[in-house]
C-alpha cells in the first residue's frame, strides 16, 4: 500500500526488549490507527490518533505507548516486550472515509 | 463484541457470483455497514458500505435487507484474487470511525 508504510517489516525481539513501530502516511489524512492482528483472530484497536496532537486508548491499549509526531507519522512502542504481543502490527489513516491500511509488521516475541 | 455474525468459511469456483451475508439483528438507525477483505499476508482494505438502500461499486454490490438487520456482499463474478477474509463491520454514523473486527468469512476460490 503505497500511501502507509510501516517500518520495519518483521522483527523478533527477546522478552524485555523494547522497540518502536514506525508508521508513516502520504495520504493526508488526519486520523490514524494501530491495530493488532492475532493468528484466526479479527484485528483490534490498540490506539488511535484523530488529529495531530491527540492520541486516544483503543480496546487493548495497555502494554503499548504511542507517539503522533506529526500529521504524517505515528509510532507504535513496546517498553517491556511480552511473548503475548506477539502478533501483526497494522497502522492505517483516514479522514472522513474508509481506512487505508499498512501491509503490517510481523512481531515475534522470545 | 463485534455486534455482526458471518459464517466462519465459504466456497466458490471461479466465474461465479458470490454471495456473502451477514447478521446485524441489532443495528441503530444510524448505523453504517461497511466490508473490508483481507488478502494473505495484506492489510484490510475497503471494499463498499451502505446504509439503508443497495449499493453498488467497481468492486463489489452491497444488497441490505429492508428491515436493516442483515445484508450481502455481492461478488458478482468470483476470482483467484478474490480469495480473501471478508469483514462485514457495523460503523456507527455519530462521527467516530472506530471499526471492531469479527473473525470474518474466509472465501475460497477454486479453479
Known amino acids: 500500500n503505497a500511501g502507509v508504510t510501516q517500518t520495519p517489516k518483521f522483527q523478533v525481539l527477546k522478552t524485555g526488549q523494547s522497540m518502536t513501530l514506525q508508521c508513516a502516511q502520504d495520504?493526508?489524512?488526519?486520523?490514524m490507527y494501530w491495530y493488532r492482528q492475532d493468528p484466526g483472530m479479527g484485528l483490534r484497536l490498540i490506539y488511535y490518533s484523530a488529529s495531530e496532537g491527540t492520541t486516544d486508548k483503543g480496546e487493548v491499549p495497555n502494554g503499548y505507548n504511542v507517539s503522533r509526531l506529526n500529521k504524517r507519522e505515528f509510532s507504535l512502542r513496546l517498553e517491556s516486550a511480552a511473548p503475548s504481543q506477539t502478533s501483526v502490527y497494522f497502522c492505517a489513516v483516514n479522514h472522513n472515509q474508509p481506512q487505508h491500511f499498512g501491509d503490517g509488521t510481523r512481531l515475534s516475541i522470545l | 463484541d463485534a455486534k455482526t455474525t458471518q459464517p466462519n468459511s465459504m466456497e466458490s469456483n471461479e466465474e461465479e457470483p458470490v454471495h456473502l451475508p451477514c447478521n446485524h439483528s441489532?443495528?441503530?438507525?444510524?448505523?453504517?455497514i461497511h466490508w473490508y477483505r483481507q488478502l494473505p499476508s495484506q492489510g484490510p482494505e475497503y471494499v463498499i458500505h451502505g446504509l439503508t438502500s443497495n449499493v453498488n461499486n467497481r468492486m463489489a454490490s452491497l444488497a441490505i435487507a429492508e428491515d436493516r438487520k442483515s445484508s450481502t456482499l455481492i461478488l458478482h463474478r468470483a476470482t483467484l484474487r478474490d480469495a480473501a477474509v471478508y469483514y462485514c463491520i457495523r460503523l456507527s454514523g455519530a462521527g467516530s470511525y472506530q471499526l471492531t473486527f469479527g473473525k470474518g468469512t474466509k472465501l475460497s476460490v477454486i479453479p
Open positions: 441489532t443495528i441503530s438507525g444510524t448505523d453504517y
Open positions: 495520504m493526508n489524512h488526519n486520523s
